[in-house]
């Protein structure tokens, strides 16, 4: 049978097997946690709590009124001790909020809501309140993913269950583990968008996942056509794009988003959290996340409050070995190494990989023999090659022309490129430098 998949796309080791038949262990409420305000893509939230206030679990620290924009939750009970910057996985400090566990459990969750006879701005506002983001990386608040504008209606919401980055396994895990639960916020979310078809799509190295959540249709579906799909294992067959483009067919358009199509694609952490925003009241204030690499000797899938720093869970938790020598916070494809270990997780933490010197080599650069393996590669049929030429010119435009912005720094390029150029790093720099020029650009009249 072939499986369906996307054009481009590489093959790199997969390393799931330290994690990938690991339950998930609930880590305990840790003694203090650091719970950054704006954990997603938008506004700034501001503080809703003072130096010296006692605050409840599951109660709202952090929002604005702008949108797009996702509100934070304490994850533990206890008395604020500090506000004030603190490191982040995205490499920039941002302002937190400190909490010291009071030693109670008492929790200030919403009441439960039936997402099926509610008002749909009723169940939108649910998942704004319940602070719920996509939970594969992107960290996009999810009433505004779930609320396409009207002359943009949606037909299909895709499950996201590729997990196709190296070493993660903690939605295969959720899969396995809590199959009702996201089957269940697969249909609450067919349901808020008005889609009349919901796909579970499952990279074909998870296959016993799909029998799984076949299970779990009739119980959870509510009358929603529900199908699970085997997509091939190939990196980065998760990216929006690249999945859509497998399941249905469909391309989004350059500059285009997945509801420009008809289309909404969702995490499967992302349906657990909708589903347990509506049935139990329960904003997101915990998460799971895989820990792995080859300093890492206990790999785990763990559920931890969010706020937790992952320094406070060595070694009680997690041990790691004296030849660590990167840590990195997602993927090792689209990841961020960081510098300090007193990094929290965050809504968006999908795992913590611990680095050894063999793993974390450098090559040196050299120069390009425009082979073209970069433009096989890339899932986005862009010419890499050609855009670093531009951007090693200042020749912007020419990047832009050329679909720089399309770029979404999945690393297929840098990974295959046989000169070792950093080609994903120089997108970055390139994106960057591009929107300085246009909003120069912008204040000039031009």
Same mark, same amino acid.
């Given at each position: 049978?072939?499986?369906?998949?996307?054009?481009? +796309?590489?093959?790199?080791?997969?390393?799931?097997?330290?994690?990938?038949?690991?339950?998930?262990?609930?880590?305990? #409420?840790?003694?203090?946690?650091?719970?950054?305000?704006?954990?997603?893509?938008?506004?700034?939230?501001?503080?809703?709590?003072?130096?010296?206030?006692?605050?409840?679990?599951?109660?709202?620290?952090?929002?604005?009124?702008?949108?797009?924009?996702?509100?934070?939750?304490?994850?533990?009970?206890?008395? =604020?001790?500090?506000? %004030?910057?603190?490191?982040?996985?995205?490499?920039?400090?941002?302002?937190? $909020?400190?909490?010291?566990?009071?030693?109670?459990? &008492?929790?200030?969750?919403?009441?439960?809501?039936?997402?099926?006879?509610?008002?749909? &701005?009723?169940?939108?506002?649910?998942?704004?309140?319940?602070?719920?983001?996509?939970? +594969?990386?992107?960290?996009?608040?999810?009433?505004?993913?779930?609320?396409?504008?009207?002359?943009?209606?949606?037909?299909?919401?895709?499950?996201?269950?590729?997990?196709?980055?190296?070493?993660?396994?903690? #939605?295969?895990?959720?899969?396995?583990?809590?199959? +009702?639960?996201?089957? %269940?916020?697969?249909?609450?979310?067919?349901?808020?968008?008005?889609?009349?078809?919901?796909?579970?799509?499952?990279?074909?190295?998870?296959? #016993?996942? $799909?029998?799984?959540?076949?299970?779990?249709?009739?119980? *959870?579906? *509510?009358?929603?056509?529900?199908?699970? @799909?085997?997509?091939?294992?190939?990196?980065?067959?998760?990216?929006?794009?690249?999945?859509?483009?497998?399941?249905?067919?469909?391309?989004?358009?350059?500059?285009?988003?997945?509801?420009?199509?008809?289309?909404?694609?969702?995490?499967? +952490?992302?349906?657990?959290?909708?589903?347990?925003?509506?049935?139990?009241?329960?904003?997101?204030?915990?998460?799971?996340?895989?820990?792995?690499?080859?300093?890492?000797?206990?790999? /785990?899938?763990?559920?931890?409050?969010?706020?937790?720093?992952?320094?406070?869970?060595?070694?009680?938790?997690?041990?790691?070995?004296?030849?660590?020598?990167?840590?990195?916070?997602?993927?090792?494809?689209?990841?961020?190494? =960081?510098?300090?270990?007193?990094?929290? @997780?965050?809504?968006?933490?999908?795992? $913590?990989?611990?680095? !050894?010197?063999?793993?974390? /080599?450098?090559?040196?650069?050299?120069?390009?023999?425009?082979?073209?393996?970069?433009?096989?590669?890339?899932?986005?049929?862009?010419?890499?090659?050609?855009?670093?030429?531009?951007?090693?010119?200042?020749?912007?435009? *020419?990047?832009?022309?050329?679909?720089?912005?399309?770029?979404?720094?999945?690393?297929?390029?840098?990974?295959?490129?046989?000169?070792?150029?950093?080609? !994903?790093?120089?997108?970055?720099?390139?994106?960057?430098?591009?929107?300085?020029?246009?909003?120069?650009?912008?204040? *000039?009249? /031009?």
């Amino acid at each position: 049978m072939s499986l369906k998949t996307f054009r481009g +796309g590489i093959h790199p080791p997969e390393h799931k097997e330290p994690t990938r038949d690991l339950p998930i262990e609930h880590v305990p #409420d840790p003694s203090s946690v650091v719970i950054h305000l704006t954990q997603a893509i938008g506004a700034q939230n501001q503080p809703l709590v003072k130096v010296g206030d006692r605050v409840l679990k599951g109660q709202k620290i952090g929002d604005v009124q702008a949108c797009p924009a996702a509100a934070v939750h304490a994850s533990i009970t206890g008395i =604020v001790k500090k506000i %004030e910057p603190a490191p982040q996985s995205n490499l920039k400090d941002g302002m937190a $909020v400190f909490i010291e566990a009071d030693g109670t459990d &008492e929790t200030a969750y919403m009441l439960p809501l039936d997402a099926f006879s509610c008002s749909r &701005e009723d169940a939108i506002k649910r998942l704004r309140d319940a602070g719920i983001v996509g939970m +594969g990386g992107a960290s996009f608040p999810t009433d505004v993913k779930l609320a396409p504008p009207a002359e943009k209606p949606v037909d299909t919401i895709i499950a996201n269950g590729a997990e196709c980055e190296p070493y993660l396994t903690i #939605d295969y895990r959720t899969m396995m583990e809590s199959p +009702g639960d996201v089957v %269940e916020g697969l249909a609450i979310a067919a349901h808020i968008l008005g889609a009349s078809r919901a796909v579970v799509a499952i990279e074909s190295n998870k296959a #016993d996942a $799909v029998p799984v959540i076949e299970q779990q249709f009739a119980g *959870h579906s *509510h009358g929603i056509s529900m199908e699970a @799909v085997l997509v091939a294992t190939k990196y980065p067959e998760g990216g929006e794009k690249m999945l859509i483009k497998a399941v249905t067919g469909r391309e989004i358009p350059s500059h285009g988003l997945p509801a420009d199509i008809g289309v909404v694609v969702q995490n499967t +952490g992302t349906l657990k959290a909708i589903k347990e925003a509506f049935t139990d009241g329960k904003p997101l204030v915990e998460r799971g996340f895989t820990v792995s690499g080859g300093a890492c000797t206990t790999p /785990k899938n763990l559920y931890a409050p969010i706020g937790t720093v992952i320094a406070s869970l060595i070694p009680d938790v997690i041990q790691v070995s004296e030849d660590l020598r990167k840590v990195i916070f997602g993927g090792p494809m689209m990841g961020i190494a =960081v510098p300090t270990l007193q990094i929290p @997780v965050a809504k968006g933490t999908s795992g $913590v990989l611990f680095f !050894t010197a063999a793993e974390s /080599k450098q090559y040196e650069e050299r120069q390009c023999i425009r082979c073209g393996r970069c433009a096989d590669a890339c899932p986005a049929q862009l010419m890499p090659m050609l855009m670093n030429a531009s951007i090693a010119i200042n020749d912007l435009d *020419h990047a832009d022309a050329l679909g720089l912005i399309d770029c979404f720094e999945c690393g297929a390029c840098t990974y295959i490129c046989p000169a070792r150029i950093p080609l !994903t790093q120089r997108f970055k720099l390139g994106k960057d430098l591009l929107r300085n020029q246009r909003a120069k650009e912008a204040r *000039h009249g /031009k």
